[in-house]
C-alpha cells in the first residue's frame, strides 16, 4: 500500500491547484521511496511519469470518459457552486483542476471523484472496482503571478505530452474555449 506523503492545507481565500489520476496509473513498485523526495518532488515526478506513460489504465482518452469527467467539473462550478473555476485539463489517466474554493475542498473532491468514478465504470462496464487513486495532490496557490504560471501549466500539458501542437486545440481542457 502506497504510504500518504501530501499534507492537505486548505487557506481560506486562497486558490487551489489539484491534480489526480486514474487508480493504478502509477504502480506502488515505481512509486519513489518517500523520504527521496519532498511532496513537490514527488508530484513534479509523478506528473512527468503519467503524461509518457502508455501503459496501465488510460479511460479518460475515451471520448465518452474525458467528455464525463469535463462536465462534472464544470457541473460542480456552475450548479452546485462548490469552487470558482480557473483551469482544467482530463489526460488520458490524470486531471489537473485549478479552482477558488467556495466549499471545503475534501467535500467537493469526493463529491467529483465519486460521481465520475461511479459513471465511468458504469460506461466500462466495470462493478466494485476502484476507479480514481485515493490520494490527490493539493496545492494552495501563493499569489497572482503563481496563479498564472500554474494555468499556463495545466493548458499547456497537452502540448508537453505530445498530443496536440497547440492548447486550443485539445477538448478536454479550458483552454479549449468548451
Do not use: C
Not at 492537505?8 to 486514474?22: D, I, K
Not at 492548447?167 to 479550458?174: A, G, K, L, T
Request: proline fraction near 6%.
Amino acid at each position: 500500500m502506497q504510504q500518504r506523503r501530501l499534507p492537505h492545507q486548505y487557506p481560506e481565500g486562497r486558490a487551489l491547484f489539484l491534480t489526480w489520476h486514474l487508480y493504478g496509473s502509477v504502480p506502488a513498485s515505481r512509486f519513489p521511496a518517500p523520504h527521496d523526495l519532498s511532496a513537490g518532488q514527488a508530484f513534479v515526478w509523478i506528473d512527468r511519469y503519467l503524461d509518457t506513460t502508455r501503459t496501465g489504465p488510460l479511460w479518460l482518452k475515451r471520448e465518452e470518459i474525458a467528455r464525463l469527467v469535463a462536465g462534472a467539473i464544470h457541473h460542480s462550478a456552475q450548479h452546485l457552486r462548490y469552487y470558482d473555476l480557473e483551469a482544467y485539463v482530463v489526460m488520458a489517466n490524470h486531471v489537473h483542476l485549478l479552482v477558488w474554493p467556495r466549499a471545503v475542498a475534501p467535500k467537493f473532491l469526493h463529491s467529483l471523484k465519486g460521481y465520475t468514478a461511479r459513471e465511468a465504470n458504469k460506461i466500462l462496464g466495470r462493478t466494485g472496482q476502484p476507479f480514481w487513486q485515493k490520494e490527490s495532490y493539493d496545492y494552495w496557490v501563493r499569489d497572482s503571478a503563481e496563479l498564472e504560471r500554474i494555468r499556463r501549466y495545466i493548458e499547456r500539458n497537452p502540448v508537453k505530452a505530445g498530443l496536440v501542437s497547440r492548447v486550443e486545440d485539445y477538448p478536454w481542457s479550458s483552454a479549449s474555449g468548451a
